[in-house]
RNA sequence: GUCCCUGUAGCUCAGUUGGAUAGAGCAACUGCCUUCUAAGCAGUGGGUCGGCCGUUCGAAUCGGCCCAGGGACACCA
């Protein structure tokens, strides 16, 4: 919560205390302010008159005149006004205004972090694709939204830690070993056999060139004799592996911890959770096979974790990776899975309870679907017959700051439309830019007055509309930046840094910044420098680049 | 069939967890560059919040029942 907020709430607690002496102690906790959709009515709101009619037995707009009669109206507060059903709307002066410009210009760069987090440790794990091929659009999307929760989490003052499990054994591998085996033998005329599930994309192929060139014959292998299935499933698993890093890289995103399952299902850690579920009673056999009771955590049939061959079942070594996350002490666990993972959410929260661990700690987020359109038209996808638009294809086509913003751009819950086309474009249709061009022409304005210091002894000259409107919102910042690491959703950011850039670009059309008169110069230069930190930390949070020239 | 998500302006979407006359961008139309970046600004038009009922001071938001679209319902991963 911000400054401002903190004073009128106190402000008003006590009003309440001493128009209505007898009231409730709890009536005024918990308080809280609303900022109005419409400026018209005010700068914050509180419905405190309507939440405490029913225990009062008095009329709402009465309340509110009894409370305003006993809040301080000198400093802060402009004027205090009642509306219709019983809202008090406040509006702050313009002086309390500036003083909190002040305020967020002493805290520099530093403006809008917090220790909300208290250095928590938080994990977030997303991407996880499996090494079966390149990255796609979706993977894309989930890449831009965990890599910019992390930056806004830790901001926020956790303690992050960014993870990709790699799926690096189990049927889809082998079939990729397989697809690429056969690849690599018909390149060498030799006879092949294509499996059944296997991976058709121009990788293989050219993963599969690559290998003729590679080995020689001269090593005794060159026609493929001799090199098992285990050769080319590690081959081509370590070769994609070093795309999606490579990829990932290129579009700003690092990942801390590289999780093997290989290294998961070696360890013995899959054995020691069904030995735990086994102790616990939360297994059974059935059809000669394992079974957790799910269902006893409300999911909606018991889950099979070891086949009646004794293999283990997909969320097997799954149980086991969230027992890890838990054991490691992570007090906030965010997972970000495809929207075909939607059925795994509660059997996995249902193995967590099992196990004992708090299901609350676990957040898993679904990005939904991405939909590219090219020319107006959606663009169809398939990993295994090897259609689809790679995230490298999208950044080479538009360029990562477009990229990473359009994949955030919707709530990571909602079907997203990816438009090529006005992605790529360089006019005003395209937000990124509209807000990129703002920062661009700040930097230009300031390079325009280099000669001129921003000075906070004239702040006191800043009054009109648009100056006051972007100090406010300036002074929300924090407040959106605590939404969006509560919410989970960085579009709430970026959805900010538009409004913001909005009421930049109105008040340059409006006023000259630069002009004759030097303090108002040196205020204003002060209230643009600070608007330029926001917008840079911003489009930083999102992983979008702050241009200086554009 | 069961469960989950979605339904808001011509299009793409917000809507601060129940607040006031429901917003933004795009598209359409009208203006603004001899002065700090026109990738910008100012303005106009555009709505049965899928439908009905209920909960209360107050509902796009909560509950129930319908309608429409999408997804998930493996001893696949």
């Known amino acids: 919560m911000i400054k401002i907020e903190i004073d009128l709430i106190i402000a008003i607690k006590e009003a309440v205390k001493k128009a209505f002496p007898g009231i409730s102690a709890n009536a005024v906790e918990g308080l809280s302010l609303e900022v109005p959709k419409d400026k018209r009515f005010g700068d914050f709101s509180s419905n405190i008159a309507m939440r405490l009619s029913r225990e009062l037995r008095k009329a709402p707009l009465d309340i509110a005149s009894g409370i305003i009669k006993h809040i301080d109206k000198s400093g802060m507060i402009q004027s205090v006004k009642i509306e219709k059903p019983g809202f008090i709307n406040f509006y702050i002066s313009n002086k309390r205004v500036i003083s909190a410009l002040e305020d967020i210009v002493k805290e520099g760069v530093g403006f809008g972090s917090s220790t909300l987090g208290k250095s928590k440790k938080a994990q977030i794990e997303f991407v996880s694709a499996n090494p079966t091929g390149p990255l796609t659009v979706a993977h894309g999307r989930q890449a831009a939204i965990g890599d910019s929760l ?54 293989i192929y050219e993963m599969a060139k690559a290998l003729t060139l590679t080995l020689s014959p001269e090593k005794g292998r060159g026609k493929g004799e001799g090199l098992s299935d285990d050769f080319f499933m590690e081959y081509a698993v370590k070769e994609i592996m070093g795309t999606i890093t490579k990829d990932l890289e290129n579009f700003g995103v690092h990942f801390d911890v590289w999780y093997s399952q290989k290294s998961l299902a070696k360890s013995g850690k899959i054995e020691k959770v069904l030995e735990i579920l086994k102790d616990k009673k939360f297994l059974y056999q059935k059809d000669d096979a394992t079974w957790f009771r799910s269902t006893d955590f409300g999911d909606d049939k018991d889950r099979v974790v070891i086949k009646n061959d004794g293999s283990y079942t997909y969320v097997t070594p799954d149980i086991a990776y969230h027992k890890e996350k838990f054991e490691k002490g992570y007090e906030k666990i965010i997972n970000i899975w495809g929207p075909d993972h939607h059925g795994y959410i509660s059997r996995i929260k249902a193995a967590c309870q099992a196990l004992g661990y708090d299901k609350e700690k676990l957040s898993i987020l679904i990005a939904q679907l991405v939909t590219l359109y090219r020319d107006g038209k959606p663009v169809k996808m398939s990993t295994r017959e090897g259609e689809f638009v790679t995230l490298r294809e999208i950044i080479n086509e538009v360029g990562r700051d477009a990229s990473r913003f359009f994949f955030i751009m919707r709530r990571t819950e909602s079907h997203l439309d990816f438009d090529l086309a006005l992605a790529k474009a360089e006019t005003m249709d395209n937000p990124v830019y509209y ?18 210091k921003p000075n906070l002894d004239n702040l006191a000259l800043l009054d009109k509309q648009q100056e006051m409107d972007l100090i406010k919102t300036l002074v929300h910042y924090p407040k959106i930046i605590e939404a969006a690491a509560a919410n989970l959703e960085p579009y709430i950011l970026l959805a900010y840094l538009q409004d913001l850039a909005g009421f930049f670009h109105s008040y340059y059309n409006a006023y000259r910044i630069v002009t004759n008169d030097k303090p108002l110069t040196e205020a204003r230069i002060v209230l643009i420098h600070a608007v330029k930190n926001v917008l840079s930390s911003g489009l930083n949070l999102l992983g979008v680049n702050a241009l200086e020239k554009m």
């Open 150 to 203: 992390a930056r806004i989490l830790k901001f926020c003052g956790y303690n992050v830690i960014k993870e990709y499990y790699i799926n690096d054994e189990g049927v889809q591998i082998q079939a990729l070993g397989k697809s690429l085996k056969a690849m690599f033998m018909e390149l060498m005329n030799k006879e092949s056999e294509f499996p059944e599930n296997g991976y058709k994309g121009r990788y």
């Open 435 to 452: 807000i990129q061009y703002a920062h661009a022409r700040i930097s230009s304005i300031i390079e325009f007055s280099e000669n001129v």
